[in-house]
């Protein structure tokens, strides 16, 4: 969650392999999500992160098939940091005050707490897909 981006469960065991250090991998499903978890990924997504994070990645660079060159090439990417834009800022993402309201409105609804899904256009406890993210 903290990159922003939706992973396939492939992906998704290599970056958890990273550390938590350079990236940070939660199920859309069985985890838990806070607003500010929920704002970051509504304010980067995947769209946004490739064209940062393979800003400078050669024209004739073909995709990795093999899980270990694929490894290789995350690694690269995301630990190395090898083809980030350098002008590249994180942002803080501003997170709706009714996504809080709504938070607080659903705690008080149950008598044990529950995971909430994640949902790009609301606050987090709506049901979305179930893919793995980072």
């Known amino acids: 969650?903290?990159?922003?981006i939706f992973l396939c469960i492939?992906?998704?065991?290599?970056?958890?392999n990273l550390g938590v250090h350079i990236?940070?991998?939660?199920?859309?499903?069985?985890?838990?999500?806070?607003?500010?978890?929920?704002?970051m990924m509504t304010e980067v997504g995947n769209s946004r992160a490739r064209a940062v994070y393979e800003a400078n990645i050669p024209d004739t660079f073909r995709r990795p098939q093999t899980d270990s060159a694929l490894e290789a090439f995350?690694?690269?990417?995301?630990?190395h940091k090898k083809y980030i834009a350098k002008e590249w800022v994180p942002p803080k993402p501003v997170i709706p005050k009714?996504?809080?309201?709504?938070?607080?409105?659903?705690?008080?609804?149950?008598?044990?707490?529950?995971?909430?899904?994640?949902s790009l256009s609301g606050p987090p406890s709506s049901s979305s897909a179930s893919s793995s993210v980072s």
């Open 98 to 118: 009714e996504w809080f309201e709504d938070d607080k409105a659903d705690k008080k609804k149950r008598s044990k707490p529950t995971s909430s899904n994640i």
């Open 74 to 79: 995350i690694r690269a990417k995301y630990e």
């Open 23 to 39: 990236s940070r991998v939660k199920s859309v499903n069985l985890d838990s999500w806070t607003p500010e978890q929920t704002a």
């Open 10 to 16: 492939r992906c998704a065991g290599i970056h958890r």
């Open 1 to 4: 969650w903290n990159l922003g």
